[in-house]
């Protein structure tokens, strides 16, 4: 069993920072990649930002120069720091892990539960 527990979203003004967190647990082999997509209201989910096993990022346009993805040394916990947010990026934030739980067993895409992410104007 696979697990993605995200924390760090909430209510911040525009121009302001949040950081958030995702910490991957449970039966983890390996882990690929790393990244942050989001889910505005009417709208399709989309990447924010992803970070691989060699620290190779990959990030939207709309947040290039503003937001930063990064992890730990463990390499089983994403952190997303995000800078002079806007009232755009008010959307719910998933954490997604490609991973393998087993030796023989392929990789796939597994799912934090999401956390909001508002930013008033």
């Known amino acids: 069993q696979v697990q993605l527990v995200e924390s760090g979203g909430g209510l911040v003004q525009a121009g302001g920072s949040l950081r958030l967190s995702c910490a991957a647990s449970?039966?983890?082999?390996?882990?690929?990649?790393m990244g942050w997509y989001r889910q505005a209201p009417g709208k399709q989910r989309e990447l924010v930002a992803s970070?691989?096993?060699?620290?190779?990022?990959n990030y939207a346009d709309s947040v290039k120069g503003r937001f930063t993805i990064s992890r730990d040394y463990a390499k089983t916990t994403v952190y997303l720091q995000m800078n002079s947010l806007k009232p755009e990026d008010t959307a719910v934030y998933y954490c997604?892990?490609?991973?393998?739980?087993?030796?023989?067993?392929?990789?796939?895409?597994?799912w934090g539960q999401g956390t909001q992410v508002t930013v008033s104007s």
């Open positions: 997604n892990a490609h991973l393998s739980y087993g030796y023989y067993a392929p990789p796939a895409d597994y």
């Open positions: 449970g039966s983890i082999f390996s882990i690929n990649a």
């Open positions: 970070i691989t096993t060699s620290d190779s990022t």
